[in-house]
T-cell receptor, first 115, second 113 residues
Framework: QQQVKQSPQSLIVQKGGISIINCAYE??????FPWYQQFPGKGPALLIA?????SEKKEGRFTISFNKSAKQFSLHIMDSQPGDSATYFC??????????????FGKGTKLSVKP | DAGVIQSPRHEVTEMGQEVTLRCKPI?????LFWYRQTMMRGLELLIY????????DSGMPEDRFSAKMPNASFSTLKIQPSEPRDSAVYFC???????????FGDGTRLSIL
């Protein structure tokens, strides 16, 4: 019940295309859903996050879509660029008064954007 | 502002040796987290501290692993004795409080031969 399932494992997109990464969770107590971006040799960095009181959040070319009833959320990268090539992790936490102490991460998606 | 600083960046040692990983969190951050990343298991939370006190160590794999936070600006993760299956990238992260994003260091790549 604590798992976060992420797909696909890898993704190749042409420059200018849309990249879509999906995650699903089971624990209905989760109330915070961040996405992290990781470049080789670096630690994960927070990209964008959403709480379940909204169905969508957009920051620049990055959008999170959230479906509470389906317990799914996804990351959309519009106009994908070669510089977006990285590994993306979804995560979830909650049920601790909002504490992010126990972030549960998906297994990651390696995105390659071809020029 | 300096981010989370981890040392060493790389560590290669032989099985059975003691390994100590170090972390300096961002100044003013009250939460500190230790993670392990492997291809097979992904990112796993090992332990986290709030105001230097360990809150949840349920992710620590076994008694060979221990973590301390003697003060607000320093934490260690120790493995004794080390085994080849401990080979992984270990990350430290910190956050301002329990409702703020976690900021990760660049990790320590540990190889146990």
């Amino acid at each position: 019940q604590q798992q976060v399932k992420q797909s696909p494992q890898s993704l190749i997109v042409q420059k200018g295309g849309i990249s879509i990464i999906n995650c699903a969770y089971e624990n209905t107590a989760f109330d915070y859903f961040p996405w992290y971006q990781q470049f080789p040799g670096k630690g994960p960095a927070l990209l964008i996050a959403i709480r379940p009181d909204v169905s969508e959040k957009k920051e620049g070319r990055f959008t999170i879509s959230f479906n509470k009833s389906a317990k799914q959320f996804s990351l959309h990268i519009m106009d994908s660029q070669p510089g977006d090539s990285a590994t993306y992790f979804c995560a979830a936490t909650g049920g601790y008064g909002g504490s992010q102490g126990n972030l549960i991460f998906g297994k990651g998606t390696k995105l390659s954007v071809k020029p | 502002d300096a981010g989370v600083i981890q040392s060493p960046r790389h560590e290669v040692t032989e099985m059975g040796q003691e390994v100590t990983l170090r972390c300096k969190p961002i100044s003013g951050h009250d939460y500190l987290f230790w993670y392990r990343q492997t291809m097979m298991r992904g990112l796993e939370l090992l332990i986290y501290f709030n105001n230097n006190v360990p809150i949840d160590d349920s992710g620590m794999p076994e008694d060979r692993f221990s973590a301390k936070m003697p003060n607000a600006s320093f934490s260690t993760l120790k493995i004794q004795p080390s085994e080849p299956r401990d080979s992984a990238v270990y990350f430290c992260a910190s956050s301002l409080d329990g409702n703020q994003p976690q900021h990760f260091g660049d990790g320590t790549r540990l190889s146990i031969l």
